[in-house]
């Protein structure tokens, strides 16, 4: 794999996780897409529609049943919400967060970055023809979608982080 493929990829990972631990500009209050709503309650399939978060809330259950504490943010440049989930409003060390984008990727790529540098072999990413690269956060790569899951809470194991991502790549399949 190219370093070129390797830093588009890792680039909008790790701005991610610097946006989520605080480090970027600042996102104040929910900003949700109408757009995005509208889609899911229209009644359109989760992957023909971008990741609304109290539906991932709903299908990650357990994994996130510990921090009801929801803020939707769309993060500048994006219209696809940043979940992130945590233990109170004020407790930000406790939060989880995971970005869901529609990214249309060839399979053959995704089979040549299982070679790559920063790959977590995990074999679920084979059920969804994708790769698992821990930069900075998981990201879970599938030939539909960029699924990119991160916790500022040391206590949240790199595990958790890859159920969050797999729970949330299941959801938008069915």
Not at 102 to 130: C, H, K, W, Y
Request: net charge negative; with cysteine; hydrophobic share 45%.
């Amino acid at each position: 794999m190219g370093a070129r493929l390797r830093r588009v990829l890792v680039v909008p990972a790790v701005l991610l996780g610097f946006a989520a631990a605080g480090c970027g500009n600042s996102i104040e209050g929910a900003a949700v897409a109408q757009s995005d709503i509208d889609s899911v309650s229209s009644g359109t399939s989760p992957s023909e529609a971008s990741a609304d978060c109290t539906a991932l809330t709903k299908a990650l259950g357990r994994l996130v049943s510990d921090r009801p504490h929801l803020t939707e943010a769309v993060l500048p440049g994006s219209t696809d919400p940043t979940c992130s989930w945590s233990k109170g409003p004020t407790n930000v060390m406790s939060t989880i967060t995971a970005s869901v984008k529609p990214q249309v990727t060839d399979p053959a790529i995704l089979v040549e970055m299982r070679n790559g540098t920063n790959v977590v072999p995990d074999p679920r990413s084979a059920e969804f023809g994708g790769v698992v690269l821990d930069v900075v956060a998981m990201a879970l790569l599938t030939p539909e979608h960029s699924i990119i899951v991160n916790a500022l809470d040391p206590s949240v194991s790199d595990a958790t982080k890859l159920d969050v991502a797999f729970a949330i790549a299941e959801y938008l399949e069915n």
